[in-house]
């Protein structure tokens, strides 16, 4: 019998206590980037309590975006943590993405580290991206059985039986995060020796292999893994089924087929530091490969405002953002505003406080039905969901996908009032915007495709079924 186990965590985005001071600053910086940078220490804790806690599982890898702003602090802290397992006995392997390094000038990396006092930023010592090799050396290049120096990519053996190669794809820091030639070859190389060794290969690296929705490569490309259709073609060809990633912060399980009827699965995982963040266990036995979710339902210690940590985490987010805010309008308007600075125009909001909460109130109060008959497909429902039209509301509609966008398993299955009203309303709309070329629609439907194909992942799972685990088959 051969096995292996693994943990995988990505986006941990970690931020170091000694690199911010309660404030504005560092508050709208937590607001701007939308992710829980505050408690970012107490999270990692937690996930880390946890990995401690399940002796059959050996070793843990972090696929980049590691700490937030490429601060020497937040990196000494981080690497703490990755000492504090290796102290138990984990194996760690760590690779590192564009938020891990500054730029300095000579490629598109445009972070700058800093530490936030109480009324603004100063300078900080900083990372460059040729000092995160040895920086990070005895976590993975010194355990590896192959080392591509170049990119800073390794490959360990996980298990008697697992192959994984470890790929470093900070690129330029924006429009190319991949390998450049030497590295592609590498990487060839690592899936011939493995496959002549009799090993397992699974890949993991930062950047998206497959985006979590089309529209995602279709509107940013260059988010995706650089080269990503060669490696598209070297997966399908040399049999890989696996590629683990991250930095999109979704939780999606996707399949690539070609036309030869040749696939593999692109297992991306949710930012550490997102509302219901989780990391992947995968174990590989008997060439079965098994991923599940974990999450933590709560952080002792950290004050969430008597919120669950959940709520606590989702108001950080865009769509927990939307939400409240909107709620919120209608409620309570100085809060409202206090809540929105740093996200909405706020000064523009103070000067109209009748128009907004009025606006608010008829969007939430607005019911299901009235989408359904926009989309004149009112009528095709039965008279049950027709009476379920009209007592859903639209919002709660609109939450309940948004809620969903980062950690994945979209609520409203075909059978669904929800999914056939919001459909048929998307159906019309797709219409009128080709009817009267209303470009900025126009240009959010990929080549070939329709607004309808492009709202649907947003309505249900049509990806591999469940974003928070697969089996798959490696032979
Ligand atoms: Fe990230
Ligand atoms: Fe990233």
């Known amino acids: 019998m051969t096995k292996a186990a693994f943990y995988l965590i990505t986006d941990s985005h970690f931020v170091s206590k000694r690199s911010w001071t309660e404030g504005r600053p560092f508050t709208m910086r937590e607001r701007g980037d939308q992710i829980a940078l505050k408690a970012s220490p107490e999270i990692l804790d937690a996930f880390i309590d946890k990995i401690l806690a399940d002796e059959e599982t050996d070793t843990v890898i972090f696929t980049g975006d590691n700490v937030n702003n490429g601060d020497i602090a937040s990196h000494e802290d981080f690497r703490e943590r990755l000492k504090r397992l290796a102290d138990a006995g984990k194996n760690v392997y760590v690779t590192t993405a564009t938020h891990d ?13 800093c530490r936030y006092t109480e009324t603004g930023t100063e300078p900080a010592p900083y990372m460059r991206k040729a000092e995160l090799f040895d920086y990070y050396y005895d976590y993975g290049p010194k355990q590896a059985v192959s080392v591509h120096r170049g990119s800073g990519s390794y490959s360990v053996k996980v298990g008697d039986c697992v192959r994984l190669v470890m790929i470093n794809d900070n690129g330029n820091g924006r429009s190319h995060c991949g390998l450049f030639e030497d590295g592609v070859k590498w990487l060839g190389e690592q899936i011939s020796e493995a496959k002549a060794a009799g090993e397992y290969v699974l890949l993991a690296v930062h950047h998206p292999v497959l985006p979590p929705w089309e529209v995602y490569r279709h509107m940013a490309d260059f988010e995706l893994y650089g080269g990503y259709r060669d490696l598209w073609k070297l997966m399908c060809e040399e049999g890989v089924r696996v590629v683990f990633t991250g930095h999109t912060h979704v939780q999606s399980i996707r399949k690539y087929t070609d036309g030869e009827g040749r696939w593999f699965v692109d297992v991306a995982t949710i930012a550490l530091v997102n509302a219901a963040g989780k990391m992947r266990r995968v174990t590989v036995e008997n060439g079965v490969c098994d991923v599940v979710s974990v999450g933590i339902d ?27 805010l909107l709620k919120t309008a209608v409620t309570d308007y100085d809060k409202f505003l206090a809540m929105a600075d740093g996200m909405l125009p706020v000064d523009k909001l103070k000067k109209h406080p009748a128009l907004v909460k009025a606006a608010c109130k008829k969007l939430l109060n607005m019911r299901l039905s009235t989408v359904a008959k926009f989309g004149k497909g009112f009528g095709d429902l039965t008279a049950e969901e027709r009476k379920k039209a009209k007592e859903i509301k639209v919002a709660d509609v609109m939450f309940g996908i948004l809620r969903h966008i980062y950690p994945g398993n979209a609520p409203y299955t075909p059978d669904t009032v929800e999914y056939k009203s919001v459909i048929a309303a998307v159906r019309r709309a797709d219409k009128l915007v080709r009817k009267f070329h209303i470009s900025k629609l126009e240009q959010i439907i990929p080549p070939g495709s329709s607004l309808e194909e492009t709202a649907r992942p947003f309505l249900y799972n049509d990806r591999t079924g469940d974003d928070d685990a697969i089996t798959i088959s490696l032979d």
């Open 101 to 113: 390094y500054c730029g300095m000038g000579d490629d598109e990396n445009f972070f700058k580290a």
């Open 298 to 324: 709560s952080i002792p210690g950290l004050d969430t405002n008597g919120l669950s940590l959940y709520e606590y985490l989702f108001r950080l987010n865009l769509p927990g953002a939307a939400e409240t």
